[in-house]
């Protein structure tokens, strides 16, 4: 079975430019989890989904982070404007079952913001 | 707010002794607990799922072990191999979501 699927692996942009990751869960998997690592703050949970639909954001940084499920197999996350400081390694990750599942991850996206 | 702690925070050993890497924490209401391995620039991969209602997990030369009214769980790695060089990270789900470990990063010296 196909783990996680994110894109792009590497991105480096500039300051202000638009930034948009992508993921492709688990087929099957009805959580989806965006979680972004550093250094400083080790892995933070950003928002996550069930069944396509977001159910806790809380973890979004700024207003200038979004992201959206537009169907089951698909998840975007965009910042814009992004800032030197959105500089980590965003993880996307799926889940099969609501709090019994174990979570499998993406590879991840590392993000410079120059 | 669940707080997990992951002590020590490096752990270096010679090639061949058992590995015993720590994880505690704050709020026993948990539904599983993961423990997950890191390669330097990789992503997360999945070693161990215990339930809630589980003591232990064993897979291969890993046991993880859990005492949910404590809020400990422990990762046992027998007889260490180069290999096994990696951060390893535990994370406790309560609700929906991982709250994650700082990590415990181990080098084994051949």
């Known amino acids: 079975d196909a783990g996680v699927i994110q894109s792009p692996r590497h991105e480096v942009t500039e300051m202000g430019q638009e930034v948009t990751l992508r993921c492709k869960p688990i087929?099957?998997?009805?959580?989806l989890f965006w979680y972004r690592q550093t250094m400083m703050r080790g892995l933070e949970l950003l928002i996550y989904f069930n069944n396509n639909v977001p159910i806790d954001d809380s973890g979004m940084p700024e207003d200038r982070f979004s992201a959206k499920m537009p169907n089951a197999s698909f998840s975007t996350l965009k910042i814009q404007p992004s800032e030197p400081r959105d500089s980590a390694v965003y993880f996307c990750?799926?889940?099969?079952?609501?709090?019994?599942?174990?979570?499998?991850f993406g590879p991840g996206t590392r993000l410079t913001v120059l | 707010k669940q707080e997990v702690t992951q002590i020590p925070a490096a752990l270096s050993v010679p090639e061949g002794e058992n590995l015993v890497l720590n994880c505690s924490f704050t709020d026993s209401a948990i539904y599983n607990l993961q423990w997950f391995r890191q390669d330097p620039g990789k992503g997360l991969t999945s070693l161990l799922l215990i339930q809630s209602s589980q003591r232990e997990q064993t897979s291969g030369r890993l046991n993880a072990s859990l005492d949910k009214s404590s809020g400990r769980s422990t990762l046992y790695i027998a007889a260490s191999q180069p290999g096994d060089s990696a951060t390893y990270l535990c994370a406790v789900r309560d609700d929906y979501k991982l709250s994650f470990g700082a990590g415990t990063t181990v080098t084994v010296r051949a």
């Open positions: 990750a799926s889940s099969l079952l609501s709090t019994s599942g174990a979570l499998g």
């Open positions: 087929s099957g998997h009805d959580y």
